[in-house]
């Protein structure tokens, strides 16, 4: 199984260019998450979304859209890249019917650079 | 809002030793959810341990368990005869009851970067 698979791995954008990263899963998840992780922080949410059609606010939105474009995808863009959105993005899945005890999985995380 | 303090940034063991990783978390609530995830080189994180609030039997998954210690807000890792494979960055998380269906949400730790030494 492929599981959650994102794209691209890395990437160097200069201030103010625009980019999308894709997520997409196989696994049949309704719901999907995209995260940053910066070094000394953990992971923080920046945006959800709970099924087809549908997204949320995380911790730290700002910055970034989502889309939501079926089950299976959901792409987080850049629209103006700024030096602070310099970090590594991961998008997750939950299985359906596991809200309570659920975890995530995770796909292999994409290093932005921005300049 | 809930907080997931790791103390600890780095630890070393020896292969084969046994190793405990500290998470303190704050909360409100009386029931929730604990997990630790485990990220290796690789950079895809995976579960390797859950924990329900309202459970007292700490969980454990076969080299793996914790030692959840509710009224002191303590949910450590344990690793015992550690190895090589179990190097990574460690994180603990908190999920809240409140935060089911389209809310659900994990807060993370900072991490825990365990070296194995051979």
Redesign the interface.
């Known amino acids: 199984n492929a599981g959650v698979t994102q794209t691209p791995k890395f990437q160097v954008l200069k201030t103010g260019q625009s980019m999308t990263l894709q997520c997409a899963q196989d696994m049949n998840h309704n719901s999907m998450y995209w995260y940053r992780q910066d070094p000394g922080m953990g992971l923080r949410l920046i945006y959800y979304s709970a099924s087809e059609g549908t997204t949320d606010k995380g911790e730290v939105p700002n910055g970034y859209n989502v889309s939501r474009l079926n089950k299976r995808e959901f792409s987080l863009r850049l629209e103006s890249a700024a030096p602070s959105q310099t970090s590594v993005y991961f998008c997750a899945s939950r299985k359906p019917g596991t809200v309570n005890t659920g975890e995530l999985f995770f796909g292999e995380g994409s290093r932005l650079t921005v300049l | 809002a809930q907080t ?1 303090t790791q103390s600890q ?1 780095e630890m070393s063991v020896q292969e084969a030793e046994t190793v405990t990783l500290s998470c303190t978390y704050d909360t409100s609530e009386s029931d929730y ?1 604990l ?1 630790w995830y485990k990220q290796p080189p ?6 390797v341990i ?1 924990q ?1 609030a309202y459970k007292q039997q700490n969980a454990t998954e076969n080299r793996f368990s914790v030692n959840f210690q509710k009224a002191a807000k303590s949910f450590s890792l344990k690793i015992s005869d550690s190895q090589l494979g179990d190097a990574a960055m460690y ?1 603990c998380a908190y999920r809240s ?1 409140n935060s ?7 807060t ?4 825990t970067l365990l070296t194995v030494n051979p």
Do not use: A, D, T
């Open positions: 997931v940034p959810y997990f690789s950079r895809q994180m995976i579960l859950r329900e994180f009851p089911g269906g389209s809310n659900y949400k994990l993370f730790g900072k991490g």
